[in-house]
């Protein structure tokens, strides 16, 4: 990964549309910024690595990354598949602990990086800032929550289909955020597993399919699969 020279006014503007930052005053935010650069990297580079402690809040904001852990066996597992805008184990690095995961780029990214004591500082003199930042945590444990409850789906296809319908916009199309191997890995599934569910749902009628792009036609019909 590389640094982008980027402007200190374009900084502030980057950090202001950080979730728990945004309502920072303007003079707060020039103050980040100084503490704060922008980098950049392709797919299959390292963000950060398991154990790790992260001396930065990470905001992604393009591009995508997935978080794996290394299990006993040595194998990697993919807990959490991140597309922009997000912040990335924010509550780890707020509390100075070790970053539970590693951190791979999933495709051409840029990551806003803000100095950890300079957003602590932040923090005290604008305690609000807490509050927001609580907020963003327990959205993630909501994720977490919804996706341990899919990944309890009996069959591969009902899995799928929860999945899906947990990542859909309004018009009922989605990107799939990673590889199909690695959204595969996330659900606890094999690849070829993922693929046939793909399949059937799309014999089903029930989905359209071009690469990484997924388009439900029938929402009803895909959440009954999952009964």
């Not at 989605?174 to 890995?185: G, R, T």
Request: aromatic content about 4%; overall charge neutral; some cysteine.
């Amino acid at each position: 990964m590389h640094t982008v020279q980027t402007p200190r006014e374009t900084l502030v503007d980057r950090i202001r549309q950080v979730e728990f930052l945004s309502l920072l005053p303007s003079e707060h935010l020039e103050l980040l910024a100084r503490s704060s650069m922008i980098r950049e990297g392709d797919k299959g580079e390292v963000l950060f690595r398991q154990g790790q402690v992260g001396a930065q809040f990470l905001w992604l904001m393009e591009g995508g990354l997935r978080l794996t852990r290394t299990q006993p066996d040595g194998r990697e597992k993919v807990i959490h598949l991140f597309s922009s805008p997000a912040l990335v184990a924010e509550a780890a690095i707020l509390l100075g602990q070790p970053l539970p995961a590693t951190a791979t780029l999933t495709g051409p990214s840029r990551i806003l990086h803000i100095d950890r004591g300079a957003v602590r500082e932040a923090v005290q003199t604008h305690p609000d800032l807490a509050l927001n930042l609580l907020g963003s945590v327990m959205l993630r444990l909501r994720e977490l929550t919804r996706s341990l409850a899919n990944h309890g789906q009996s069959s591969g296809v009902a899995r799928v289909a929860a999945y899906l319908l947990g990542r859909v916009d309004e018009s009922g199309a989605l990107v799939l955020p990673a590889s199909k191997k690695d959204v595969a890995s996330y659900l606890g599934m094999q690849p070829e597993s993922f693929s046939r569910a793909l399949a059937a749902l799309k014999q089903q009628g029930l989905i359209e399919v071009r690469d990484q792009q997924i388009q439900v036609c029938d929402l009803a019909a895909l959440s009954a699969v999952m009964r």
